[in-house]
């Protein structure tokens, strides 16, 4: 996906809210940034770095297979593609998330 505001391509990722899982929050913010649903598969590694403040972040990623919805614009995302592995880590902005193309099975 696309964040117009830092210009880059990236996984969708956020906060947990409250007392929610960890999992519930990343099938919750992959609805709210892309509007995309699927089923759970399996977790990947675990990611580490320094964003754009300086601040250490840490983040689980699990993988999707799609099961609905279609994308539509809003105030953090304004594009979504669907690429191949190749494709996705010439377009990633970060290699933090391309390691995680590797993880990945189809």
């Known amino acids: 996906m696309h964040r117009d505001r830092y210009d880059d391509w990236s996984f969708p990722k956020g906060k ?22 699927g089923d759970i598969g399996d977790e990947l590694p675990m990611v580490s770095y320094i964003d754009h403040k300086g601040r250490d972040k840490t983040v689980r990623y699990w993988s999707l297979r799609y099961t609905g919805g279609r994308f539509v614009p809003n105030d953090e995302v304004d594009q979504v593609l669907w690429l191949s592995p190749e494709a996705a880590a010439i377009k990633l902005s970060y290699q933090h998330d391309v390691a995680l193309l590797s993880h990945l099975s189809s």
């Open 16 to 37: 947990v809210d409250g007392d929610e899982t960890e999992l519930a929050c990343a099938l919750r913010e992959v609805k709210e940034e892309t509007n995309v649903e």
